[in-house]
C-alpha cells in the first residue's frame, strides 16, 4: 500500500523544480510542458463540463448499473487532472516560463450525451497517454522525464477505466502507442480554439462510418487534406496500433479493419504505402497527408465492462433481495424498483452539485501551491482507504482476509512492476530503450487498475 510518503517522494521532482534557484530550462522541455499543459486545460474544462452538465437520471439512461460507477471514476479523473495542470502551471513558473493562455474548448458535440462524452474521453485519455509517451524522448531533463512518466501511468490507468466504462477491453494491446505532439494535436486541435501551441498540428482526420469498426469494416475519410488538389491514387491508410513494428498500409480507397486486432488504432493517411514505423524516433512522416484519427476496434468486451452496464447476470441475480442494506455492494441500488432508484438519483444528484463545487475549492486552493496540491492527494488517499475498509467490513470475516490477501498480493506485484520501469527510464541509455520500457510500463498501470477492481469484486462476492 502507498503511504502518503512515497507520494511525496513521487511529486519531489517537482518540489525541487519549484526552488526559488531557477535551473536553466531546456526549450524543448518547456515546450513539451507548455503543450502538456494546454492538453490538461482541455481535460479539465471536459471532466468540469461534464459533472455540471450531466445529471444521475442521465448516467443510469446510458445503461450503467449504477450511477456511481461511472460517477466515482469520472470525479477522481477531474480531481487527478486538476492536481496535474497545477503542479504543471507550478512547474512552467519555476521554469521561468508561462502556461499557454487564452484557449477556448469546444466539447458541444463531445458533451452531447453520456455515450458522447464516455466515447471522448476515452479518447482523450488514449491520447494522453500517447502524448506523454511520444514526449518523454524529447526530454533532457530527468527529473522533468520522471515527472512526465509519472503523469502518463496515471492517464493509463484512466484510460483503462474508460475502456471499460466504454465496454471494451480492459487493457487490451500489452504496447501503448506513442504519437509525436503535431500528431496528438492533430486529434486534440479540433476541440481547442484562441491559443497559440508550441507545436503545429498535422491535417486533421476524421473517420465517417457511422457504425463501430470492427474486423472487415472499410473504413472512409473526411481531412481538409483530402481536397482533391492532389490525386489519392497512390495514397495509403496506415493503421498503427500497440506493439506492431510498422503500421499495416493499404491503399486509402480500401481501408478494411484486419481480423486479430483489439484495441485502439491510429489511422493515418499517407502519400505512399510505406508503412509507418512505430519507433517514433525513427519514424519519418515526410509522406504524411493526414492523422492520426483515433479508432477503436472493441472485438472483445471484458466481463469486467459488462458488470458496468449491468448485463453479467451473476452479479444481477445475487442482489435481487430488497432489503439489501447497501453499505458494500455497488451493484444493489441497480435492481431497486423504479420509485426508489429514482429517489436515489435525486440524492446523488445532489451529491454531484455538492461534492462539484467542494472539488472547485479545493482546486482553487491548490492552484498556487504545491503543498495544497499534497494535501488534495492525501484527502483522496484518506478517502479511498475508507472506501476499502467499508467493502472488506461488509464482507464474511474469514473469506474477506483471503480474498484480501490475495487481490492485494496482486496488486503490489502489478504496482511494483510500473514503478520499476518507470524509474529504470532515467538509467536508459538510448531513447528508443526508454520509449520501449515506457510503453510496457503504462500498459502495466492499466493493469493494476483491473488488479484493483478484481480486488474490490473478491471482498464483495465475498460477502455473498
Ligand atoms: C493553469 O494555467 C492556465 C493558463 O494560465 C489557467 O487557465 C489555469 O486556470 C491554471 N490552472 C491551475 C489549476 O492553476
Ligand atoms: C449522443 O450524441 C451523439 C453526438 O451528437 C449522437 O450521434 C448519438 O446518437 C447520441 N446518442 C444518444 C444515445 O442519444
Ligand atoms: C534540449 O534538449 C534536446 C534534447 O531533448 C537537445 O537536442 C537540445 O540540444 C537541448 N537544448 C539545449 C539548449 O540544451
Ligand atoms: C488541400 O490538400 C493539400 C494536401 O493534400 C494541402 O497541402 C492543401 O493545403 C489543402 N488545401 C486546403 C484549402 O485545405
Ligand atoms: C440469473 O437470472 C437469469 C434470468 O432470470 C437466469 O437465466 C440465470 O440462470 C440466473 N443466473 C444465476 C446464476 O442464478
Ligand atoms: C444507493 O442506495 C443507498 C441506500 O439506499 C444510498 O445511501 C446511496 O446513496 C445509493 N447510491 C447511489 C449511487 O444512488
Known sequence: MRSVLSILALASPLLVQSAPVRRVANSTDVK?????????????????????????????????????????????????????????NSTLESLGASPITGCQFDLTDALANVSSMASAARVMENLGTSAYLGAVSMISDPSLLTAAASMMSV??????????????????????????????????????????????????????????????????????????????????????????????????????????????VAVFVTSDDQPIDANIREQNDNTL?????????????????????????????????????GSGSSTSNSTSSGTSASSDSAATSTAITVSSSALSSSVASASST???????????????????????????????????ATASAASTA?????????????????????SAILSVASAEAASATVTAGVASSAVASASA
Open 414 to 434: 502489478v504496482a511494483s512492476a510500473t514503478d520499476t520501469q518507470s524509474s529504470a527510464v532515467t538509467t536508459i541509455i538510448s531513447p528508443s530503450q526508454a
Open 155 to 264: 492517464k493509463a490507468r484512466q484510460q483503462t477505466v474508460l475502456n471499460v466504462l466504454n465496454q471494451g477491453s480492459a487493457v487490451p494491446q500489452a504496447f501503448d502507442i506513442a504519437l509525436n505532439p503535431s500528431q496528438v494535436l492533430a486529434v486534440a486541435g479540433s476541440f481547442i480554439s484562441g491559443c497559440q501551441m508550441p507545436f503545429t498540428a498535422n491535417a486533421a482526420l476524421s473517420v465517417t462510418n457511422t457504425a463501430p469498426a470492427q474486423p472487415g469494416t472499410v473504413l472512409s475519410f473526411a481531412s481538409a487534406a483530402l481536397n482533391g488538389s492532389t490525386s489519392t491514387t497512390n495514397f495509403a491508410c496506415q493503421m498503427l496500433f500497440g506493439g506492431a513494428a510498422f503500421s499495416i498500409s493499404q491503399p486509402l480507397n480500401n481501408c478494411v479493419v484486419p481480423s486479430g486486432i483489439n484495441g485502439p
Open 32 to 88: 513539451i510542458f507548455q503543450f502538456a499543459g494546454a492538453l490538461e486545460q482541455l481535460a479539465n474544462t471536459f471532466y468540469e463540463q461534464a459533472l455540471s452538465k450531466f445529471q444521475a437520471s442521465d448516467f443510469l439512461e446510458a445503461g450503467y448499473s449504477d450511477v456511481s460507477v461511472p460517477l466515482q471514476q469520472i470525479q477522481a479523473m477531474w480531481s487527478n487532472e486538476a492536481t496535474q495542470l497545477s503542479v504543471i
Open 370 to 404: 504545491l503543498a495544497s496540491s499534497s494535501t488534495v492527494l492525501s484527502s483522496s488517499i484518506a478517502s479511498a482507504s475508507a472506501v476499502t475498509s467499508s467493502l472488506i467490513s461488509s464482507a464474511s470475516a474469514s473469506t474477506s482476509v483471503v480474498a484480501t
Open 289 to 325: 497527408v493526414a492523422g492520426p484519427a483515433m479508432v477503436f476496434v472493441d472485438t472483445m468486451s471484458d466481463a469486467l465492462a459488462q458488470a458496468a452496464k449491468g448485463s453479467v447476470s451473476s452479479s444481477s441475480n445475487s442482489t435481487s433481495s430488497g432489503s439489501s442494506s
